[in-house]
Each structure stands twice: as structure tokens, then as C-alpha cells.
């Protein structure tokens, strides 16, 4: 994510610091119309910070890469919340999952 944020120009020239005040009002700009919103910026702060680095959540994951332009998968693959063998094809099931039948509620053990 870093990466990105440095080909945005929001480093700090100084240093490595993300400027996150000016990340977040961008995100915020480019997911207007998207129904995701933009993590706050203290959150951002941790997602980038060098040391003790916060992961986001899947949720924020995904609205961190659709403001990036980045498919949600490269950056849920990346924060290993998808892992490779998530990918592989498996044997179908013997009975398909939409032919069970789950108990009614009444049944249901408490």
C-alpha cells in the first residue's frame, strides 16, 4: 500500500511518512460514488505507520484497493486474508450444497 501512496505523491518528502490527512480526503473523492467509505484517517495512520503496522479489515481492504484502482483481490491476497490454495479447484461435494436442507428453527437444538 505503501507503494501506492508513494506514485500519489502522499510521502512525506523528509521521510517515509504517509501524509494521511491528504490520503484520506482523496480516498474519500474517489470512493464518492462507490457505497464504500474511506477508513478514518487514525485508521490509515496505522495501516501505514513502519512499525507495529495495523492490518485493515477486509471491508476497508477492498475500499483501500478500489480507491487505489486495484482489483480487492491483489490486496486481500497480499494482506493474506485469500492464501493461494484458497485459488485451487476442489472435488465437488457428494450432495450439493443447494440440495441440503437446514432444520427449521423449532428443531434446532438449543
Known sequence: M??????????????????VRQ????????LK???????????????????NTVLPTPERARAIATAFGEPAIDLLTLL????PEDYQVRKPLAVPISSTRLPDSATWPV
Open 80 to 83: 493474506r486474508y485469500v492464501l
Open 2 to 19: 505503501t507503494e501506492h501512496a508513494k506514485k500519489l505523491d502522499f510521502i512525506w518528502p523528509r521521510g517515509e511518512h504517509v501524509l
Open 33 to 51: 460514488d462507490t457505497g464504500l467509505e474511506a477508513p478514518d484517517e487514525a485508521s490509515l495512520g496505522r495501516y501505514f505507520r513502519p512499525e
Open 23 to 30: 490520503l484520506y480526503r482523496w480516498m474519500q473523492g474517489r
